[in-house]
């Protein structure tokens, strides 16, 4: 079933449902619709709901959500996973937050530190321990610029003052030591994860007096938040705003540093990118010093541009001007010519999206530059705002699911046979061994950039090479042997 009308869509959520016991059909079918176009102010899609327990989730956790997406990515800061060695081992440098610097000495991104909680911890507790990781982190990195501490599932359970510690040795380091209540099991999914680590944010570096690397102001500085430069993507983003005569003062938390996040609230615009993980900082930003947020995406020619002129229209004509000639002369032959090269071999072809709260909706403009259609898409923790501004670039036959289950997408796959699935981590391998072509879309797949317009010609390159590759052709999947 390669292409699908509106009423064979909701055939096939009908029959995938069918297979679950009436009780959880019940609840899994609020998750899954087909969009309706007449109803362009609401998505009926429930979502942020706790995940049917026995069914497997391809959500991560708060933990992950904290450490993985918002505080990990800062490069002079230590980041300590305290708990059992498990969480921080199998989040250790997952994401590609590239950064400059020397790790080890100044930045400290791709390193991995744990408290190693024993049993002995769980029975007397680990702030001893805490206390004594601090000092020797101190001891071991002098040029770090502070420290977070990221609890992992264990510590809430036994109710360790993590707080005290910080407090304690952040006073005796003269550093922010930042205590993150981010246990795995809060909330029901990552999204938590981010919330609570925008809340230590803000308590804890925000409104606390540390110093920021700006001193004079301009009137063109600008903020570049919640981008985490995943394979370089941050760096690509501020190159147009800089071509644009724009000045980015602070990038966060992406190559971030503690010094670029003081510099925020000094900012004339915050530029949001991921809405889904830090919506919250521009917010408080807006309400405490009254900067102004645009939301942003440089994925592809479309949203490139649109967003390139809105960022514009916030400044002076001088900018205004700028942005149009650089659009002219220079950025829109170079999307032309990469459109050109690659939409003949990939136009017509059908796309499965499933990732986490933000690219489904920013990457399928820049498929539909490429002539790519989407079946069907969804997010591992979207809310209900995720979905509704995703609703405008959808065809009336797409099939929506919020935390799809494994079964779910091996039934999906298996019906729509797409010619390419974008999804997470944990997918990729039972995708690639059914036969299906996969990019891996939370890290880019170890490639990137895929943001700007040098990233736009790498994606191109990178969708071209997993759809049109030959051995797909060859790949049977074992059981079907």
């Known amino acids: 079933m390669s292409v699908i009308d509106k009423e064979k869509s909701q055939e096939l959520i009908d029959g995938v449902l069918q297979e679950y016991p009436e009780k959880s059909l019940k609840k899994r079918k609020k998750h899954l619709a087909v969009v309706e176009p007449e109803k362009e102010d609401k998505c009926s899609v429930s979502s942020n709901r706790k995940s049917l327990p026995g069914v497997m989730t391809i959500r991560g956790c708060a933990y ?22 498990g969480c921080g081992q199998y989040s250790w440098a997952t994401r590609r937050n590239y950064y400059t610097g020397m790790t080890g000495i100044d930045s400290f991104g791709a390193m991995q530190i744990t408290s190693d909680f024993q049993e002995r911890d769980i029975v007397f507790g680990g702030d001893k321990k805490l206390e004594k990781l601090v000092d020797e982190l101190e001891e071991m990195f002098p040029l770090n610029r502070g420290m977070s501490i990221q609890s992992e599932c ?8 993590i707080e005290a510690v910080a407090r304690s040795k952040g006073k005796e380091l003269g550093k922010p030591v930042v205590p ?3 246990e795995g ?28 690397s700006v001193q004079e102001t301009g009137p ?29 003062i602070s990038q966060s938390t992406g190559d971030s540093t503690v010094a670029e996040l003081a510099n925020i ?14 919506n919250y900082i521009a917010r408080y930003l807006e309400e405490k010093h009254q900067v102004p947020w645009v939301e942003f995406n440089f994925f592809g020619p479309t949203q490139i541009i649109k967003s390139m002129r809105k960022i514009a229209s916030h400044f002076d004509e001088t900018i205004q001007q700028r942005t149009e000639e650089l659009i002219a002369e220079k950025y829109l032959p170079q999307l032309e010519r990469t459109v050109e090269k690659y939409r003949s071999r990939l136009e017509g072809k059908k796309v499965m999206l499933y990732v986490g709260g933000l690219r489904p909706r920013h990457t399928i403009p820049c498929f539909k530059d490429l002539g790519v259609d989407v079946l069907l898409t969804g997010y591992e923790f979207g809310h209900g ?11 009336d036959t797409t099939i929506i699911v919020d935390d799809m289950s494994e079964y779910e997408m091996e039934k999906f796959l298996a019906h729509l046979k797409p010619d390419l699935f974008g999804a997470g981590i944990k997918e990729k391998y039972q995708c690639q061994k059914a036969g299906v072509p996969f990019r891996q879309m939370h890290s880019w797949d170890y490639s990137g950039p895929y943001h700007g317009i040098e990233g736009f010609e790498i994606f191109a390159r990178d969708m071209d090479m997993a759809i049109n590759g030959p051995v797909w052709k060859t790949i049977k999947a074992p059981w079907k042997k």
């Open 64 to 85: 992950a959500g904290s450490k993985g997406v918002v505080w990990g990515p800062i490069k002079d800061m230590l980041t300590i996973s305290h708990g059992p060695v």
């Open 385 to 395: 705002d995720d979905y509704q501004r995703t609703m405008e670039y959808l065809q």
């Open 154 to 161: 264990p510590i809430g359970l036994i109710g360790d003052d």
């Open 185 to 212: 099991f809060r909330g029901v999914s990552q999204s938590l994860g981010h919330h609570i680590a925008n809340d230590s944010l803000r308590d804890w570096i925000f409104e606390k007096d540390v110093p920021a």
């Open 265 to 278: 609230a000094k900012s004339k615009l915050v530029l949001l990118h991921c809405y889904r993980s830090m």
């Open 180 to 182: 993150v209540r981010c």
């Open 220 to 248: 063109y500085d600008v903020a570049l938040m919640a981008d985490y430069n995943i394979g370089g993507d941050a760096w690509s983003s501020r190159r147009i705003l800089e071509e644009m005569g724009l000045n980015v």
